[in-house]
């Protein structure tokens, strides 16, 4: 399957701070991915889709403003948590679109 | 309301059994349907993906899709413990690559 890659794997940060998390497709390329958030013990939640060139789609629910994402490249999506607040703690994972999607390791987000 | 559901589980099958878990959705039109594994801390892992009705095999994984009964099941021959995880059921019911997820099932192989 298409590989795909996240970095940091994990962050711990202070409450207020911002976080930025990339996705990119390795072998792939990924006009379109997915970034997902899961709480422990819980399914995925969709955040938002990313198309390579143009604004993301977010779902209802989801603050625009404070996950600020960007996919200028087709390999290449970034996931900004903006004055991160220990709400915000989860597993953020992304996944890219290669008639499946494929996900990346997923990154573990630690508000203090 | 566009749902995909499952049991949660957890599902305990003995070493070398067949483990089969279901899945149902709502939408009578959707086309592709997939199967995911997610060990705990990791993120999921495509397994299967099905889009005719009937069986489709991959070594010791088993889909099966059944679009008048809207359900879709994974079997895993010869059970290994190593198969111990969170079975994700994802379908696409708008065509448009965007996922709607059943909440998993947890499968334990005891050896």
């Known amino acids: 399957g298409a590989v795909v890659s996240q970095h940091p794997s994990w962050v711990i940060c202070k409450s207020g701070t911002s976080v930025k998390i990339e996705c990119r497709s390795l072998d792939f390329q990924a006009t379109t991915m997915f970034w997902y958030r899961q709480f422990p013990k819980q399914s995925l939640m969709l955040m938002a889709t990313?198309?390579?060139?143009?604004?993301?789609?977010?779902e209802q629910g989801v603050e625009k403003d404070k996950f600020l994402i960007n996919h200028a490249s087709l390999t290449l999506s970034t996931l900004t948590v903006t004055s991160a607040h220990p709400e915000d703690s989860s597993f953020y994972i992304c996944s890219g679109l290669a008639h499946e999607q494929f996900f990346g390791p997923g990154t573990r987000l630690t508000v203090l | 309301q566009k749902e995909v559901e499952q049991n949660s589980g957890p599902l305990s099958v003995p070493e070398g059994a067949i483990a089969s878990l279901n899945c149902t959705y709502s939408?009578?039109?959707?086309?592709?349907f997939f199967w995911y594994r997610q060990y705990s801390g990791k993120s999921p892992e495509l397994i299967m993906s099905i889009y005719s009705n009937g069986d489709k095999e991959d070594g010791r994984f088993t889909a099966q899709l059944n679009k008048a009964s809207q359900y879709v099941s994974l079997l895993i021959r010869d059970s290994q413990p190593s198969d111990s995880a969170t079975y994700l059921c994802?379908?696409?019911?708008?065509?448009?690559?965007?996922?709607?997820w059943g909440a998993g099932t947890k499968l334990i192989i005891k050896p």
């Open positions: 994802a379908v696409d019911m708008d065509s448009n690559y965007q996922l709607i």
């Open positions: 939408d009578r039109g959707s086309q592709s």
């Open positions: 990313s198309n390579e060139g143009s604004k993301a789609t977010y």
